[in-house]
């Protein structure tokens, strides 16, 4: 069985502004979050010390930036940006970085008390490149991980460019 469910992105945004304005918590995650959670689950690499951590996902299109600890997402932001849109502008290891530093500030504010403790870039571009110039200017340490690695049953090329992370991530992902 496969369900597709879609919603404008302005109409969710609006419904969290309004519980935001009358004191509610809430918490926002789209498809592709879930996606890069199991993703995340299947490399093994989460648990203790190294959570929360920031997994930074850049596909085609956008870029997902979430932030999972215990075995679930706990922030979810998302940037209408990809490879192929980071390609075509000048310093795109600055731009990342830049991203990234928002999603923390944005943590730091929703999420009071709360630190990332660990950074993972994957998806598509050079990411050893990237990961190396975000460290470098956020001062961090910024692992890059090959978005296929958890998959190593996916023999199959890709015939166009989307990131694996989303797509293995929602199909086998056990929630």
């Known amino acids: 069985m496969v369900a597709i469910v879609a919603c404008q992105r302005d109409v969710v945004d609006h419904q969290l502004t309004l519980l935001r304005a009358a004191g509610f918590s ?51 932001r998302s940037v209408a940006q990809g490879a192929r849109d980071w390609e075509t502008v000048g310093d795109i290891g600055e731009l990342l970085a830049l991203e990234i530093d928002r999603s ?8 009071p008390g709360t630190d990332v ?17 975000i460290a470098k200017k956020l001062g961090v340490s910024v692992r890059a991980v090959e978005g296929r690695q958890p998959f190593t049953e996916w023999t199959t090329p890709l015939t166009t460019q989307i990131s694996p992370v989303v797509v293995g991530g929602l199909a086998c992902s056990e929630t």
């Open 117 to 133: 403790r660990s950074f993972l870039l994957t998806g598509l571009g050079p990411l050893p490149q990237w990961s190396d110039h």
């Open 26 to 76: 809430s918490i926002m995650f789209t498809v592709s979050s879930w996606g890069v959670l199991g993703w995340y689950r299947r490399t093994g690499l989460g648990g203790g010390a190294t959570e929360p951590s920031l997994v930074v996902n850049v596909d085609d299109a956008r870029t997902d930036l979430v932030l999972i600890a215990d075995g679930r997402v706990i922030s979810s």
């Open 104 to 111: 923390r500030a944005a943590i730091r504010k929703e999420l």
